[in-house]
């Protein structure tokens, strides 16, 4: 081989080595930020959770019971929620998040019709569905809001419901 044709070879040796090193470093990014959305996360359901009893209380939904972090299986489906507040009538799951899409309302739709047939202790109770989120953008609280759900955002220092008195949330 030429010394030229040597040279070449040893770039791309040392090519491949730095993108390899990158990949590596990519992966770590990846896996840290991975982190920080999960912790960004529990922040969210942690700030909704206490919220949660007063605003529905408000609306005369008395909750008597909150559960974090559920997750159920059977029949191979399953169904992870975040927040359930309970009554002896009323159960309403909630879905929190960070930054709101409509993906994530159509998501919790989606689940919400899961909710009596993996949590079968709930069938005779009526299922409501609310989602939460830090940043809401107007049009997927108008979405969520005409597809029956209750929107819990924030207002300032504290978190409300978006849903105006007239609300009537539809039931699963």
């Known amino acids: 081989m ?18 390899k090193a990158l990949q590596r470093e990519v992966k770590e ?8 959305t999960n912790r960004l996360g529990e922040f969210v359901d942690e ?9 529905f209380r408000e609306r005369g939904i ?10 159920a299986k059977r029949d191979g489906e ?7 507040v309970v009554n002896n009538e009323d159960v309403v799951v909630i879905e929190c ?15 919400l019709e899961k909710v009596k047939r993996l949590l079968p202790r709930y069938k005779d109770c009526r299922i409501l569905g609310a989602v939460a989120g830090m940043v809401i953008p107007d049009n997927v609280a108008t ?7 209750y929107v819990i955002g924030q207002n300032g220092e504290h978190l409300e419901l978006r849903n105006d008195i007239s609300f009537a949330a539809k039931v699963w």
């Open 29 to 36: 990014v990846n896996k840290n930020i991975g982190r920080l």
């Open 97 to 111: 998040k960070s930054n709101l899409s409509i993906d994530d309302v159509n998501v919790q739709l989606e689940r």
């Open 78 to 84: 399953a169904l992870d929620i975040d927040l359930l």
């Open 62 to 71: 008395d909750i008597h019971e909150v559960q974090q972090n559920v997750s």
């Open 47 to 55: 700030a909704v959770r206490p919220s949660a009893v007063r605003l």
């Open 2 to 19: 030429s010394v030229e044709a040597d040279e070449i070879w040893a770039i791309l040796r040392e090519v491949a080595s730095e993108q």
């Open 143 to 149: 979405y969520a809001i005409r597809k029956g759900l």
